[in-house]
């Protein structure tokens, strides 16, 4: 049965999130979720734009607290909203940290297979697909190397970067749902301006089909990631700039009132500071008004 915009939903899954942006030409933001405060942040910026949106947890986040806590923040918040909302797993680390998302009733999977070499990586991924489908669970993998570190996340000092035809053929075979691309993008803090491979990108979308992902995005130029949007990313991942975002309220409260004991003080200031910074985004990836009917 079809969900609309104007009832309050479940989380749905990203598969026709996805589906509409690519589109309709926009991006749906992934907001990477540390803590309640951050939910609650990014689900009212989504409502207060009408905008789909997608939060997300790393296998870093998820010892800090588990899957089925993290879930439990997000469906609370999403069976009150008025817009589709996604609970995803990103750069699921492996086969069974996958497996306990979805037992979790996360919505949306990635596996990371991209340390592996291009067979292993296919396999790993395939294995997880066939393993969600039957759920009516999308999932997402990399091929290539998002360079970086953050969490337990490390693409290296290299960065290779994504073979179109490589694309094609990890498409095919491993049956996923979106691709995340490495095309000069990096997770954590860049030490210099991104250098972001964006024919390359027009390349891959000639020859792969489903809904293309950009990881790394947080410090990247806003016009940059427009014209990524515009060669056919689909969904857009922030991570690091939100922890800052959430620091600067935090920072700001203690600084004004070093004395401050309470908890709600803080975090609630931290809350307005990601909250704000989602909607910037939001509003810069086009997904303003996009909070288009989503199937489950």
């Given at each position: 049965m079809r969900e609309t915009a104007e009832k309050n939903m479940p989380l749905t899954t990203t598969k026709e999130l996805l589906k509409n942006a690519q589109e309709g030409r926009y991006a749906v933001?992934?907001?990477n979720v540390e803590n309640m405060e951050m939910v609650q942040a990014v689900i009212a910026a989504a409502e207060e734009m009408n905008a789909p949106v997608i939060m997300q947890?790393?296998?870093?986040?998820?010892?800090?607290?588990?899957?089925d806590l993290f879930f439990a923040n997000a469906q609370a918040m999403a069976k009150k909203a008025k817009i589709p909302v996604a609970m995803h797993l990103d750069h699921g680390s492996s086969f069974d940290l996958a497996m306990k998302a979805?037992?979790?009733?996360?919505?949306?999977?990635?596996?990371?297979g991209?340390?592996?070499?291009?067979?292993?990586?296919?396999?790993?991924?395939?294995?997880?697909?066939?393993?969600?489908?039957?759920?009516?669970?999308?999932?997402?993998?990399?091929?290539?190397?998002?360079?970086?570190?953050?969490d337990d996340l490390d693409g290296g000092d290299e960065n290779p970067y994504t073979d179109p035809e490589d694309a094609k053929v990890f498409v095919e075979r491993t049956g996923i749902d979106s691709l995340a691309v490495a095309i000069g993008t990096a997770h954590g803090f860049y030490k210099g301006e991104p250098k972001v491979d964006v024919?390359?990108?027009?390349?891959?979308k000639k020859v792969v089909d489903i809904p293309l992902v950009l990881h790394g995005t947080s410090g990247v130029p806003d016009?940059?990631?427009?014209?990524?949007?515009?060669?056919?990313?689909?969904?857009?991942?922030?991570?690091?700039?939100?922890?800052?975002a959430f620091t600067k309220g935090v920072r700001r409260v203690f600084d004004e009132n070093p004395d401050t004991i309470d908890p709600k003080k803080y975090s609630g200031a931290g809350r307005d500071e990601v909250k704000s910074?989602?909607?910037?985004?939001?509003?810069?990836?086009?997904?303003?008004?996009k909070a288009r009917p989503a199937l489950a």
């Open positions: 933001g992934a907001f947890t790393t296998p870093g986040t998820l010892k800090y607290a588990d899957t979805l037992r979790s009733g996360y919505t949306s999977i990635m596996i990371d991209s340390h592996e070499n291009f067979e292993g990586n296919i396999e790993v991924s395939k294995k997880v697909v066939e393993a969600c489908r039957p759920n009516g669970v999308p999932v997402e993998a990399e091929l290539g190397k998002v360079g970086g570190k953050e024919e390359r990108l027009s390349e891959i016009e940059v990631v427009m014209e990524c949007v515009r060669r056919g990313i689909c969904k857009v991942n922030y991570a690091t700039d939100l922890r800052v910074y989602v909607k910037q985004k939001i509003r810069m990836l086009g997904s303003e008004g």
